[in-house]
């Protein structure tokens, strides 16, 4: 099941992931995209910044869930952008299975390793 939660509806943060509320006192922008079926599998969390999705963090416990949480973001038909590290081969597969392309590199950013910089548009 996929829930999406704001601000606006925490209460529907699923039970095991309670402690994201937190975020929402931070960042007014924030959301959540949450794929639950006994417990949660994974989670996409994410802002809307004007007119575009900034990614903010993606976590998925199970081989293709990360693909329904992209695919359900996708449906906001906004552009995104995000920021991973070279090495997450892992996260740079799916991204530029969803046609997300290199537009920066940030020179040591995480620890030493690089930072690339990624947009859909």
Do not use: C, H, Q, W
Request: aromatic share 12%; proline share 2%.
């Amino acid at each position: 099941m996929i829930t999406i939660v704001t601000k606006d509806n925490i209460e529907d943060v699923p039970k095991d992931m309670k402690e994201v509320i937190t975020t929402f006192e931070t960042n007014p922008y924030a959301k959540y995209i949450f794929y639950v079926e006994e417990k949660t599998l994974g989670y996409l969390y994410y802002s809307v910044i004007y007119d575009r999705i900034e990614i903010n963090y993606i976590e998925s416990k199970r081989k293709g869930v990360g693909s329904i949480l992209m695919e359900e973001l996708l449906k906001e038909k906004l552009p995104i952008t995000l920021e991973v590290s070279k090495e997450n081969e892992r996260a740079l597969t799916l991204y530029k299975k969803y046609g997300f392309k290199e537009v920066a590199l940030r020179k040591g950013y995480y620890d030493g390793v690089d930072g690339i910089l990624m947009e859909k548009k």
